[in-house]
């Protein structure tokens, strides 16, 4: 689904990425991204929906480059992301903006989207007025419109609590599986990553570190040295 | 002499007057769009009134200098525009804070035409002129050639000017500072700096230099009741194609249109108005995002 | 909570069509009752004001709807207005058109001189394209002053209309006429307005004033977020265009002033204070601005005021006088509810 060469993305004379490879299948598969901070998760994510031009290297999606393509491009294809800063319509009411995104992208399965982030007691409610993990949800929901095949998600827990981030784990978990997607999370809240992705990659400063099943990684030395490393 | 020699030295001396004009006028311009540009990177803001304050100068520098001559004036209006800048902050700037950045300039744009509208009430509406003092005035011959003295100074002011802009951006903890925000907004308040009074520093000296601006004119262009139109125009002109926000690229782009809007009037009179607007659209083509790395696309 | 729920049950087809039929006949009705009741009871004068108010309420109309669906303020309104009757009194003297075709020719370059221009600024975030519609605007003004073009456009004398022909059966000189002109000026007022009501409940005033909000959002959820703006831009300089076309068959001259800031800036106020949101505060703001403007007779004055007007209707009153009328009546009605 997802194949990524060699890619770099430097902000000026900052590398936020050096040479990262990595290679997500489809069907089902949850891939958790993680690593202490200023790894570079972020703009890993941004480079491959298009956010960001890298530097070098190449962004393959489904065998085909689309290093170049517009983000844009990249949603009407079937990726999309959500945002680790909650990216909604703030004037609109829930329902107005899933109903916009959902006529443009030709998807008339709403109700789905709407029952998988459970929103049905919000719809009629200005995205402005609800709770912030409400509004996390929508940002989510906007992603989910249009069948995507790659979901990317950017922090879904960020300012959500630990039980509120598991639990949208498990539904996204449920969500990947049921519709055969594959899903990529950068995430900093280890324990929810380890309890639902099927695999998960580790970066550090910029570089790929591992790339394994939850336990493996757990146990690896170089994964714990690197927290540690920070930490300390 | 050989006609050969003669016509490369004659082309040389048009060469170099080009440039030595470029300069007189992008030395004006430098002094008022840096203050623009530095406003906007700090705050988001742009004042659509800068021009009128520019025209305030003038008009009181002439006021001035009728009555003590042109060094006072050039004295006098800084600081009293400073002031100026320093009541606009207190009274225009801070109140509307938590406004959206386009009500905030609509504002600025609705006083400067309130300003402009109380200087033609008092001073009519025919153009005056100021003459030079008399150290400034004439001609020096500098290599064959004949140049006003006057249009020395003001490079000398222009080049002062940018010379202390850049000692401030580099050197200083305030200028750091601005720097940083202009180039990325989302940069929080750093400690140690207080950024309401730096706040209120730029804001009083980009309109103590508009004014300098002002004096400075009275004797190189006309002082006129249109002047804070065109002024602002130009100004916002050399701010986009500089990028919002950059400083440096508001320089470059002021010595950019300075050359561009000589060359046209030598080179294409029957255009030369029009010169800067079509100097803006190939740079709008080219580079959406002006040359420097500002903030004009959304 | 349930009160939001209970208040958007009304949004349900059925009340929807009543409310869209209701707005129909009101307009038609006020269509109608408009164009003829004043010619009979106001006299020459008024209706000459009336009609420059509602081609300045027509103007206004462009730069609300700009300014409340796109977020976008353009300033440069007037050298579409002016540089519409450029076009046509060019048109007519130099070009020998007929005067529809004239209009037609005059039109169709103003929406391309829009569309291209728009091309290149309407991607700029807010600030940079209000700052470059001046620009533009300026430069407009500058184009028709340059002495090269001065046996076109008359400089700064301005041109006079050779007004002969007709246009779909109207003899020219009709136009001239006030009662008539204000029949004429008050139609296409109304229906100018309607439309852009009608726009900015549609789909693209929907996206317009989604990508005014999260630009980028909508970018990552598949819209091409540059069309929909351009789009925006050029229907609103035709309308400018459509107002400009209007003064030039009543006025029979153009000249620089009509081009200048000081008509954009006038448009803006009346804008204001109108009331953007909605068609009908533009349509009256231009009303009370030219009628305010008659009163304040001096140049120097009006210009005075409309700086003032700008900083206290932005400053205080920023839903303008529609606006703040029909809140005041939402807050009386849900008074009323509540006891």
């Known amino acids: 689904m997802l194949k990524i060469e060699k890619l770099s993305v430097s902000y000026g004379s900052l590398r936020a990425l050096t040479g990262v490879d990595l290679e997500v299948g489809g069907d089902g598969v949850f891939h958790g991204v993680i690593g202490p901070n200023g790894a570079g998760k972020s703009t890993l994510l941004d480079a491959i929906c298009g956010r960001r031009r890298p530097t070098s290297g190449i962004v393959r999606y489904r065998d085909e480059d689309i290093t170049r393509r517009s983000v844009t491009w990249r949603r009407r294809h079937g990726m999309a992301r959500s945002f680790q800063r909650t990216s909604i319509f703030q004037d609109l009411t829930i329902r107005e903006q899933l109903e916009l995104v959902a006529q443009h992208l030709g998807d008339d399965r709403l109700d789905d989207v709407v029952e998988v982030m459970d929103l049905g007691a919000y719809l009629n409610q200005r995205a402005g007025r609800i709770a912030y993990g409400v509004q996390r949800r929508v940002d989510v929901a906007l992603a989910l419109i249009g069948r995507p095949r790659l979901l990317l998600m950017d922090e879904p827990g960020a300012g959500l609590s630990a039980a509120e981030t598991l639990r949208l784990f498990q539904h996204v978990r449920d969500l990947v599986r049921e519709r055969g997607i594959a899903a990529i999370v950068v995430e900093h809240d280890v324990d929810a990553v380890f309890a639902c992705c099927s695999t998960v990659t580790v970066l550090d400063l910029g570089r790929h570190l591992a790339t394994g099943t939850p336990e493996a990684i757990r146990a690896d030395h170089r994964v714990i040295a690197a927290y540690l490393g920070t930490a300390a | 002499m050989p006609p050969r020699d003669a016509s490369r030295q004659k082309s040389a001396a048009v060469i170099a007057l080009l440039i030595a004009n470029s300069l007189a006028l992008a030395s004006l311009l430098i002094m008022l769009s840096s203050g623009l540009a530095l406003i906007y990177g700090l705050r988001d803001v742009i004042n659509f009134g800068h021009g009128a304050i520019y025209m305030l100068g003038a008009y009181i520098g002439y006021t001035i200098a009728l009555v003590g001559g042109f060094w006072l004036a050039l004295f006098l209006v800084p600081i009293l525009l400073a002031l100026l800048g320093i009541v606009f902050e207190y009274l225009a700037l801070r109140p509307l804070q938590r406004r959206t950045h386009i009500e905030v300039a609509l504002v600025t744009l609705g006083l400067g035409i309130i300003l402009g509208q109380i200087i033609i009430f008092f001073y009519g509406g025919e153009a005056r002129s100021v003459d030079a003092p008399k150290i400034l005035s004439g001609s020096i011959t500098v290599l064959n050639l004949s140049y006003p003295v006057y249009r020395l100074f003001l490079i000398v002011m222009g080049l002062g000017s940018c010379a202390l802009l850049a000692l401030w951006l580099r050197c200083t903890p305030s200028g750091l500072y601005v720097r940083a925000v202009s180039q990325d907004p989302s940069v929080a308040r750093m400690m140690g700096i207080n950024a309401d009074r730096l706040s209120l520093l730029v804001t009083s000296l980009s309109t103590a230099f508009a004014g300098i601006a002002g004096v400075l004119a009275g004797p190189y262009l006309s002082i006129d009741p249109g002047m804070d139109i065109t002024m602002i125009v130009n100004c916002l002109i050399i701010v986009v194609i500089g990028g919002t926000g950059s400083i440096g690229g508001a320089i470059v782009a002021a010595l950019l249109f300075g050359l561009v809007q000589v060359a046209g009037s030598v080179f294409l009179p029957n255009l030369a108005s029009l010169v800067p607007y079509i100097l803006l659209m190939i740079v709008l083509l080219i580079a959406p995002g002006g040359i420097g790395r500002g903030r004009v696309l959304s | ?339």
Request: glycine share 14%; net charge neutral.
């Open chain 3, 1 to 339: 909570m349930t009160g939001d729920l209970q208040r958007t049950a009304t949004g349900a087809p059925g009340g929807q069509l009543s409310r869209i039929s209701l707005v129909l006949s009101g307009g038609a009705i006020a269509l109608v009752a408009g164009a003829l009741v004043p010619t009979y009871l106001a006299g020459d004068f008024v209706l000459r004001l009336g009609s420059e108010g509602l081609l300045l309420g027509m103007l206004a109309l462009s730069v609300a709807f700009m300014m409340n669906q796109a977020g976008l303020v353009a300033l440069g309104a007037a050298s579409i207005y002016g540089g519409a009757g450029y076009l046509f009194a060019i048109g007519m003297s130099d070009g020998g058109l007929t005067p529809a075709v004239a209009l037609c020719v005059g039109f169709l370059v103003i929406v391309a001189y829009a569309a291209v221009l728009g091309a290149l600024i309407v991607r700029t975030n807010p600030l940079a394209f209000m700052m470059l519609t001046l620009a533009a605007g300026e430069m407009i003004s500058h184009a028709v002053l340059l002495e090269g073009l001065r046996d076109y456009t008359g400089g700064a004398d301005g041109l006079v209309v050779r007004m002969n022909g007709s246009i779909l059966g109207i003899d020219v000189a009709e136009f001239a006429d006030p009662a008539r002109f204000w029949s004429l000026a008050w139609i296409v007022t109304v229906l100018v307005g309607l439309a852009f009501w009608s726009l900015g409940r549609s789909r693209l005033g929907a996206i317009l004033r989604a990508v005014r909000e999260n630009e980028e959002r909508m970018r990552f959820s598949g819209f091409n977020t540059f069309v929909p703006r351009l789009v925006a831009y050029v229907l609103v300089n035709a309308v400018a265009a459509i107002a400009g076309f209007l003064h030039v068959l009543n006025a029979g001259f153009v000249s620089p002033e009509s081009l200048g800031l000081s008509v954009s800036t006038n448009a803006l106020v009346a804008a204001l204070m109108g009331g953007i949101a909605g068609s009908l505060g533009p349509i009256l703001g231009g009303l009370i601005f030219s009628f305010a403007q008659d009163e304040f007779g001096a140049r120097g004055l009006t210009q005075l005021l409309t700086g003032v007007a700008i900083v206290l209707f932005i400053v205080v009153f920023p839903r303008g006088v529609v606006g703040g009328v029909s809140s005041a009546l939402r807050r009386f009605g849900s008074r009323r509810e509540m006891s």
